[in-house]
């Protein structure tokens, strides 16, 4: 099936370029568009360094949510002298209303090869894996069959294009885990056993994989990165803001007329997203809040409509882009069942491995259910609102990794813009 | 290397934890899942430190130290913090000191203790106790369990018999027993090297329930008298009765690091049992008398004596026991190639 | 069966989750026995626990016997503000099952499941491999319908 993606081929710039206008069974048909260029003009005419520099230069930053330079991300790995070092694709993509990874690799799967490629070369890699979620299986053949067809036209294997670089490329499938997508979490899945994160440091970058430097990269990152070396860094900055350069995949979802996944410079502003490419809001009700960034993103209400959504201006209103998933909420929209859904949705995806939030998930969930119980009651108990925050803020302090880290945001910016209304209107004095 | 912990400044060396200097100059930080044999872990979360110039809290037990690092144990922050994940902890389990084999014993317990905690403010619902009593020595109760991984990472790395693993995720996790069967139908060999390591009272050796608080027992340190391994023990030694209660093996002793066998841990039966010998007996007219050391062993040798006379010394042979030392061991070679004279001598390398 | 599966990868324990995968896709239940799980636990060399633990940690597999079709329903917040929970009981009610169960002829079974990325066609649901999107009473009662027809 299809994506619903109305305004993709108007607007794919980079990363969703050829998305929906080439074939992506055919590697003959991504040659044609200028394909695997960029990876040969890294091989045979750039050395590693200057590979790095110019991604350096374009002011990249990773897609995946946190939004660390990616430059500066190989930099650490590049110079280690060991004999395995590993490129690790993060298309695990399991966080809510995100689907930009899943269209990228049905739509153009050698773009992300190639990326993946251009990474290797640079940090001096000899193996990529492409980590992709269990439930994505056209994504899943589609990739696998670009991976043959790249190794039959000598863009894989031994010597590639006849030149000392060498690099395999494997695919390796998820079992059905959002802390798998945090990379210290997918890289134990990736050897086979249960996804618990690891504390760092050590960072994947110096100690990964089987504890050998690995990078780990985004879908929708790694794709940037032919057109960088292609096109250079200076033309990729043309595009954004200062410090958020190139473009976003943004998914605008939920209350809008045409829900849909759009590439776009980045600064775009909300009001933007809803109402031009999003088309408006649906039935033309009112706008509540939007949620920003899937389950671990934040709410984000009518109030910062005007303000980039980049990662610096959000930060600034104590805010997160983190994927760039944007779920419109019309007026009407039961934010307490819609907390229910996000409490459940860590609940369920906690590895369970530290206290705070395999302990604190649930709680946090059983305060939800009785807060919505209360409501309906007419009876909500605004300390049940307090104790929720007070454990999401000791979760959000002692958690190992990001997940139980998560739950804060979207708790505190819904009390910020809505909970606290759907409260006022049923306080009994 | 010297790190300042609040305010004072102590000797470490480079491979050192945080936690570990902490502990070696007697400041408590509550922990949980850390155990120096399984090394880090960090998954517990209740040991959390400040370190200044990194912002938040860390977790001590991951947390390497560096020359003049300084760190702050017991500020409010920190304790708070501590305070509700232990609060977590107490209140999703059936912490009903009282009972409980692991009261006196427990680093929940002292962390409680340490934080000041009387009654979590918060249960997750009734819990009943979960008890799978289906094993031969240890008795597990899951609603003590506190998911701290020790165990799996004990019998995995430390006697690696791979029998435990965690199950499940989130919330449902638990520890599990080969294909998540009951303890007694799996492949555990009862070697109790879990039950040594759990933190709390989730894992107990059956046999010692309800035989004496850990504070009404002396503990003894001996050498296991099975083989020749030497594993180092301690005996528990109720004090009233003069009872051995449960052993546990010795950490630091160099030979078993703390671990033991079953037989070891769970097999002193014999120590008081009525059918010890404990004088040698000659057998007259198809009948055991007792008798002393010096007629029992003038009549071995004469018997002995007359063997070797009339049939010769390979008549006899030895056969050595690995219950004794290999000092006794060289010993009863020599008698036997030098005394008795002949080559046949055996051990049976085995119980 | 599930030796054959195993002899196309290297006895490796990163390979692991691919081997469960297509142990249980090969199973007409759709879920992974006993007798597969200690086989994978010696192919591989580790132990039963190992896999048993992987095994539960994963929602996508099963130890217990789905139907020859599984419908996930995405209930995550994309789907769930567009009425997953409605899909979820239209489903049930044609089923005529409760949540996360199999119905008696072993045709279908339900589970819920996380994002699966096709948010812009919310509220979706896959079944086996198949992706249904912007689903309503009609379309589901359509989809059924005609896997049912397609079984007689
Ligand atoms: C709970 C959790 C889930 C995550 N899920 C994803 C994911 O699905 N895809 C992804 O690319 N990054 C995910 N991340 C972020 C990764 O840990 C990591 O930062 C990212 O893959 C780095 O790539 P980038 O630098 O290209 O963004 C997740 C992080 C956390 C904490
Ligand atoms: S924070 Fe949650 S997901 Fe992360 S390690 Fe801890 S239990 Fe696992
Ligand atoms: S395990 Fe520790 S805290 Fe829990 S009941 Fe026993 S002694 Fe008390
Ligand atoms: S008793 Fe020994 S073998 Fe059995 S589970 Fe405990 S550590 Fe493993
Ligand atoms: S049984 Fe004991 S050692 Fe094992 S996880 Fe539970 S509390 Fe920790
Ligand atoms: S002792 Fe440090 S996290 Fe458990």
Known sequence: ?429 | ?351 | MYKNICKNFEPKRDNLLLILHEIQDSHPQQYITKNAMKYVAEYLKISIAQVKGVISFYTMFSTTPRGKYLIRVCNSTACFIKGSDNVLEILNNILDLEKESITEDNLFSLETCSCLGVCGNAPVMMINKEVYGNLNEKKIKKIISDLKRGNK
């Open chain 2, 1 to 351: 290397m010297h790190i300042t912990i609040n305010g004072k400044v102590y000797d470490a060396k480079p491979e050192q934890m945080v936690i570990e200097v902490a502990r070696e100059n007697g400041i408590y930080i509550p922990s949980l899942c850390y155990h120096p044999k399984i090394g880090k872990a960090g998954k517990c979360r209740v040991c959390v430190v400040e370190v200044e110039g990194i912002g938040g809290l860390q977790t001590s037990c991951t947390t390497q130290v560096s020359e003049g690092m300084k760190v702050v144990t017991n500020s409010e922050n920190i304790l708070e913090a501590q305070r509700m994940v232990v609060n977590l902890m107490l209140a999703n389990g059936r912490h009903d000191c009282i009972k409980c084999e692991q009261n006196g014993d427990c680093e929940l317990q002292d962390a409680a203790y340490y934080l000041g905690i009387e009654n979590p403010p918060y249960q997750f619902g009734i819990i009943e106790p979960q008890i799978d009593d289906s094993a031969e020595m240890i008795q597990v109760d899951r609603s003590k369990c506190i998911e701290c991984g020790r165990c799996v990472a004990a019998c995995n790395n430390t006697v690696v018999n791979e029998v435990l693993e965690f199950g499940n995720r989130g919330f449902d996790t638990k520890i599990i027993f080969d294909n998540d069967l009951l303890m007694g139908e799996s492949s555990c060999v009862q070697c109790g090297e879990c039950v040594q390591i759990c933190p709390v009272g989730a894992l107990i050796d059956k046999r010692a329930i309800g035989k004496g608080r850990t504070w009404e027992l002396d503990k003894v340190e001996t050498v296991c008298p099975y083989c020749g391994v030497g594993c180092k023990l301690e005996l528990h030694i109720d004090r009233k009765t003069d009872e051995i209660v449960r052993i546990t093996g010795v950490e630091d002793s160099p030979t078993n690091e703390g671990m033991l066998c079953v037989k070891g841990r769970y097999g002193f039966d014999f120590v008081k049992s009525d059918e010890r010998l404990t004088t040698p007996l000659i057998k007259e007219n198809g009948k055991l008398r007792e008798a002393s050391w010096d007629e029992a062993i003038t009549l071995v040798a004469s018997k002995f004596n007359g063997i070797k006379k009339k049939f010769g010394s390979d008549a006899i042979a030895g056969l050595a026991s690995a219950k004794v030392t290999n000092e006794e061991n060289f010993v009863f070679q020599k008698l036997i190639r030098r005394e008795v004279g002949t080559n046949n001598i055996d051990h049976c390398a085995r119980l």
């Open chain 1, 1 to 429: 099936m299809r994506q619903n993606s109305k305004a993709f081929n108007r607007h794919g710039i980079i990363t969703l370029k050829n998305v929906g206008k080439i074939n992506p069974e055919s590697i003959e048909d991504f040659i044609a568009h200028d394909g695997y260029i960029a990876f040969e003009k890294a091989l045979f005419d750039m050395n590693e360094d200057e590979v790095i520099d110019e991604v350096k230069d374009s002011g990249l930053r990773g897609r995946g949510g946190a939004g660390f330079p990616t430059g500066l991300k190989w930099s650490f790995t590049a110079p280690l002298k060991v004999k395995d070092k590993f490129i690790i694709c993060n298309a695990d993509e399991g966080e809510p209303g995100t689907c930009k990874d899943r269209l990228i690799m049905e739509g153009d799967p050698h773009k992300l090869i190639e990326g993946i490629l251009i990474a290797g070369y640079a940090v001096r890699a000899n193996k990529g894996y492409i980590y992709i979620r269990g439930e994505y299986y056209l994504s899943i053949e589609r990739l696998g069959k670009a991976i043959k067809d790249a190794y039959k036209h000598g863009y894989l294997g031994q010597k590639i294009l006849e030149t000392n670089f060498s690099f395999d490329l494997e695919i390796k499938v998820g079992g059905g885990a959002y802390v798998c997508g945090e990379e210290t979490s997918l890289i134990e899945s990736l050897e086979g056993k249960r996804g618990l994160p690891r504390f760092k440091p050590p960072f994947p970058g110096i100690a990964g994989l089987w504890q050998k430097p690995s990078v780990v990269n985004n879908v929708e990152t790694l794709c940037n990165i032919p057109d960088i070396i292609s096109k250079g860094g200076e033309w990729f900055r043309s595009f954004g803001t200062k410090k958020s350069t190139g473009t976003k995949i943004f998914m605008i979802l939920g209350n809008v007329k045409n829900p849909g996944i759009i590439e776009l410079p980045q600064g775009v502003t909300l009001r933007e997203l809803i109402y031009e490419h999003g088309g408006g809001m649906e039935d033309d009700k009112e706008l509540k809040c939007t949620l920003v960034g899937g389950a671990a993103g934040c709410f984000v209400g009518p109030d910062l409509l005007d303000i980039p959504m980049t990662i610096e201006s959000l930060s600034e209103h104590g805010a997160a882009l983190g994927s760039g998933s944007i779920l419109v909420l019309k007026e009407g929209t039961n934010l307490i069942a819609l907390m229910k859904n996000l409490m459940h949705f860590f609940k369920h995806e906690s590895c369970g491995q530290c206290t705070p939030c395999r302990y604190g998930t649930e709680k946090l969930y059983r305060l939800i259910c009785k807060i919505s119980d209360d409501i309906a009651r007419n009876k909500p108990d605004v300390n049940d609102l307090n104790e929720m925050l007070e454990t999401a803020k000791m979760m959000q302090k002692t958690s190992l990794c990001a997940l139980g880290q998560s739950p804060l945001m979207p708790l505190e910016s819904a009390m910020k813009y809505c909970v606290i209304d759907e409260f006022k209107k049923r306080v009994i004095k």
